[in-house]
């Protein structure tokens, strides 16, 4: 995903908050607990981008996606097969290519190479002599049943890379919307709750994942917001608080919080609190790189907190 999207619409909602400067949170120290339920009044996210049919099948379980293979290639050797008994027809190999093709865009490159490996041996099985054996006499059908391998392998490779580039912006379109709508629903928050909520709205629908979401002052953990079935444990609010104050991300299982289920991110404002966004990835689906969104989140996590400290401190006055 690109960095430039992003970029313009942390810009924009930093112009929309150019006017918080520093100021003190005006609803005192105090250690309040948010259910991980999202009130009436929270902000909706945009809906996802359409995408193409085909590639929302790639979501489909292990075994449907190589049975609808193995299903099209079926396919593809009966039509082979009739026309082959109705017409000469040149290259008739080229039939099997195209589950390859439709199993490359639609499943990924495993159905794909598993369709191009039977339309391989369904040809040598029913069109090559002798019929209904693998044995091969005419040494050109090997070299068309290699070929017609070959072309299967390398269109599935293509086909696969179009589509995990195709899904890669569609995820990208859907980020941007998400990350607009959640500035524009904090520009709406008059609380810090509502802040909060507002966040952990965005972050679950970008990472799907346990989030908690802490704000934390010199001496006690003065607002948590928690979503997903995990509990912060001691060690979880140390390696928060950690993250705070190094200003660095504490990642979860790293030494010295080997114990922690979080990723934690610190969000630096111009209070004596500063908050920090904790997200429980599962080890085996971490994504690459998540900071880049986690970041940008933060930071208009912290123009929000530093404008509503600075309504609450001209609030008092």
Avoid at 147 to 154: K, Q
Avoid at 155 to 161: E, G, P, Q, R
Avoid at 305 to 316: F, K, M, T, V, W
Wanted: glycine share 6%; proline share 6%; hydrophobic share 50%.
């Amino acid at each position: 995903m690109s960095d430039h999207p992003v970029s313009c619409i942390g810009g924009r909602i930093a112009a929309d908050h150019a006017h918080a400067r520093y100021g003190r949170m005006g609803n005192g120290r105090r250690r309040t607990a948010m259910s991980g339920q999202s009130s009436p009044q929270e902000f909706k996210l945009l809906p996802e981008p359409d995408t193409l049919p085909a590639l929302q099948l790639s979501n489909a379980p292990v075994v449907i996606r190589y049975l609808v293979t193995v299903a099209m290639t079926a396919i593809a050797t009966m039509v082979a097969v009739g026309l082959d008994s109705a017409v000469t027809i040149p290259n008739l190999s080229l039939v099997f290519v195209v589950p390859v093709l439709i199993a490359a865009v639609a499943f990924g490159l495993g159905p794909s190479l598993c369709s191009a490996i039977l339309g391989a041996l369904a040809y040598n099985f029913f069109l090559t002599e002798p019929r209904f054996t693998l044995r091969v006499d005419d040494p050109s059908n090997i070299w068309a049943i290699g070929l017609l391998f070959v072309i299967g392998v390398i269109a599935s490779a293509v086909a696969s890379t179009a589509r995990r580039r195709a899904d890669d912006a569609a995820l990208g379109r859907r980020q941007v919307a998400l990350i607009r709508s959640y500035s524009q629903g904090l520009v709406a928050a008059d609380t810090t709750e509502a802040i909060f909520s507002r966040t952990a709205d965005a972050l679950e629908a970008l990472f799907k994942v346990p989030i908690v979401l802490m704000l934390i002052s010199e001496d006690s953990v003065d607002l948590t917001l928690r979503r997903g079935g995990i509990e912060p444990a001691p060690v979880d609010i140390e390696a928060a608080r950690s993250s705070l104050t190094t200003g660095k991300v504490a990642v979860a299982d790293v030494y010295p919080f080997d114990a922690s289920r979080f990723d934690f991110w610190p969000v630096m404002t111009s209070a004596d609190s500063g908050a920090v966004i904790g997200l429980a990835f599962d080890p085996e689906e971490r994504p690459p790189q998540p900071g880049t969104l986690v970041e940008t989140v933060a930071s208009l996590l912290a123009l929000a907190l530093d404008r509503q400290h600075l309504r609450s401190g001209l609030g008092e006055r």
